[in-house]
């Protein structure tokens, strides 16, 4: 089980703001990441690509790279950090060493450093700040096989290597890598998984491998626009949240999607007898974050003097994720990177939901619905 490299996959560059809503918050990071669902809109700003059928980001990877960065600027940006610090240590608990087998406990590896040359001086007070985050900073080269040995050795190789691509003038490079694996607290049974068809955003319908749970409790909602169900994990802390559309995904507000969210965290949810189809699926996602550093006010002319008094420019900022659904569970991995150039110094129930068109899949915690990870599954079958 392995997670795509940019030697593997073309990187995708979307980028869809969602305006008027709380910059700082993870679901609204999350949905701009994912970019436009709907295939005549494209994927966002400065995307000339071919739209994927699935996508999968992390929220949370990407909220604590900027939240770090944006601990030494001071020019404007529109992310508050201290209220994004929670979101990468909040995890704490489940603390492990990342694998790509879960076992009875779920496990969230949670690792990050600031790489910086010799020559560039790092000021004191950001040492201690995002120590704080849990940030060590790393005194070393700059080079592609530094970058590469800890995105493996933090993913224990399920990310091949570092999304990067080192120039002369990269000085230093915050990198964060976050690794899930947990089992579902009551497990699909293998032989109960079945070809059924799945009815892609275009109104196609392709063959999945569909796996069943039958005479299931659980929470769910089946109202207002929406089908879902939560699916805890063993721990029954940790959820994934199924969330199905009546509508086509490219016309569901964010607001909607919250609202429909928060009825299932454990305190607002309604439970039932359900019967629930989830397909089996594995994809993974390149992505360049340059566009939602710019928009959070973390650009090339970004000032970042609390960090070190040379001159510095973000240079390049990338996710690379995967996810891997089955009837066991659930293991997914996400990889953030930020390159910064710097000018060195001579130093069956009674209820069914099915997933059988286009959904979210969102991993997260079952009280608040912290989104760890987010996904949008248009065809299962597509890695």
Not at 44 to 52: I, K, T
Not at 76 to 105: F, H, S, Y
Not at 171 to 176: S, W
Not at 283 to 301: A, I, W
């Amino acid at each position: 089980m392995t997670a795509c490299t940019r030697a593997e996959a073309q990187l995708d560059d979307s980028f869809t703001p969602v305006e008027g809503e709380d910059q700082s918050d993870l679901l609204t990071i999350g949905l701009s990441l994912l970019g436009s669902l709907d295939p005549a809109k494209g994927q966002g700003q400065g995307s000339d690509q071919q739209s994927s059928p699935n996508r999968v980001v992390s929220p949370v990877g990407a909220a604590a790279a900027a939240g770090v960065i944006a601990e030494g600027a001071t020019s404007k940006v529109t992310i508050d950090p201290k209220r994004l610090q929670p979101a990468w240590t909040m995890w704490r608990k489940w603390a492990g060493e990342p694998t790509n087998k879960p076992g009875d406990v779920p496990v969230i590896s949670a690792a990050a450093r600031l790489l910086a040359d010799p020559k560039i001086p790092i000021k004191p007070e950001y040492s201690d700040t995002i120590t704080g985050w849990d940030v060590p900073i790393e005194t070393g080269k700059v080079t592609k096989g530094n970058l590469d040995s800890w995105v493996r050795t933090k993913t224990a190789g399920l990310v091949k290597g570092s999304g990067l691509t080192v120039t002369s003038d990269m000085k230093l490079v915050l990198q964060n890598a976050i690794i899930f694996a947990a089992k579902w607290l009551v497990p699909f049974k293998a032989n109960d998984t079945i070809k059924y068809d799945f009815t892609k955003a275009d109104g196609t319908v392709t063959e999945v491998d569909m796996m069943w749970l039958f005479q299931h409790h659980g929470p769910y909602i089946a109202s207002d626009g929406w089908q879902g169900v939560r699916l805890d994990y063993t721990d029954e802390e940790l959820s994934a949240f199924i969330l199905i559309p009546d509508a086509d995904l490219g016309e569901v507000a964010p607001t909607k999607l919250r609202q429909a969210l928060s009825r299932l965290v454990t305190a607002q949810e309604q439970t039932a007898m359900l019967k629930v189809g989830l397909p089996k699926f594995r994809f993974t996602t390149s992505k360049d974050l340059k566009g939602f550093f710019n928009h959070v006010g973390l650009g090339e002319e970004a000032a970042l003097t609390k960090m070190t008094d040379l001159p510095t420019k973000i240079i390049q900022a990338v996710q690379q994720a995967f996810i891997v659904v089955d009837e066991e569970g659930t293991v997914a991995g996400a990889v953030t990177e930020v390159g910064v150039g710097a000018m060195a110094t001579p130093m069956t129930g009674d209820i069914t939901i099915i997933a059988d068109r286009p959904f979210y899949f969102i991993v997260g915690d079952a009280k608040t619905a912290t989104p760890l990870f987010l996904s949008y599954v248009g065809d299962p079958t597509k890695g």
